[in-house]
């Protein structure tokens, strides 16, 4: 079976600091695409970056990058110069061919003033 | 405009009632999802559907039913409610394969808080 582990429950990070957040997964499929999403209390669901299988270059957007590890089935994710708008859930995703996601249970990231 | 509504955003029902949750989408697409979130347990798929006549069981169908109206609309119903499916709602939209550079990425609206009680 396919499935998506994130560890940390909750993690707080103080505003300007970096902070990583993991996420590991299990599958025997070689192509597949790695997620990670944000959930403000909003609760409106926000991708933030993601990551094709294929790609040995790990993804960035602006603050947010990835450390995807093929080998170890590891796709965590770092946010540098966190900010209070940062606060929110974060939940690592998998998707393979048959087009359905699989999620993790979620981090809840704190961020302090 | 929102690409994906859902309409309504919260609900507070009995057990035992019947309940319809709808999606609609301007996107397009031809994949459209529902998913229930608990605390604890991330978001988990109860029903997908890749076009008006291909629906598809997801992981946690049982209580559930969908129906795809159109391409746009998407209903989720639970027939005889109880409290155990008290989550917040989620549907989402995806793109048929090779339709765009990012065709695997899920659209979400914004959430249905149901309350069961």
């Known amino acids: 079976a396919q499935t998506v582990t994130q560890s940390q429950p909750e993690m707080s990070v103080q505003e300007a600091e970096t902070v990583t957040l993991s996420c590991t997964y299990d599958?025997?499929?070689?192509?597949?695409?790695l997620f990670w999403y944000k959930q403000p209390p909003s609760r409106q669901m926000i991708l933030v970056i993601r990551?094709?299988?294929?790609?040995?270059q790990n993804a960035t957007e602006n603050r947010f990058s990835v450390n995807f590890q093929k080998a170890a089935k590891s796709f965590s994710l770092k946010i540098s110069d966190s900010q209070l708008g940062d606060a929110a859930m974060y939940f690592c995703?998998?998707?393979?061919?048959?087009?359905?996601?699989?999620f993790g249970t979620g981090t809840r990231l704190k961020v302090l003033a | 405009d929102a690409d994906v509504t859902q309409t309504p955003r919260n609900r507070i029902t009995k057990t035992g009632k019947r309940i319809m949750l709808e999606c609609s989408q301007t996107?397009?697409?031809?994949?459209m999802y529902w998913y229930r979130q608990d605390p604890g347990l991330g978001l988990r798929l109860i029903y997908y559907?890749?076009?008006?006549?291909?629906?598809n069981k997801g992981e946690i169908s049982d209580g559930y039913s969908v129906s795809r109206q159109a391409q746009a609309k998407f209903s989720l119903s639970l027939e005889s409610a109880i409290p155990n499916q008290t989550a917040l709602y989620f549907c989402?939209?995806?793109?048929?394969?090779?339709?765009?550079?990012?065709?695997?990425?899920?659209?979400f609206g914004p959430g249905t808080r149901l309350t069961v009680l």
């Open positions: 995703a998998f998707q393979t061919g048959t087009y359905k996601y699989i």
């Open positions: 996107k397009g697409h031809d994949r």
């Open positions: 559907s890749f076009d008006v006549k291909d629906i």
């Open positions: 990551q094709e299988a294929y790609k040995q």
């Open positions: 989402a939209t995806s793109d048929q394969p090779g339709q765009g550079l990012h065709y695997n990425e899920q659209f």
């Open positions: 599958t025997s499929e070689s192509d597949y695409y």
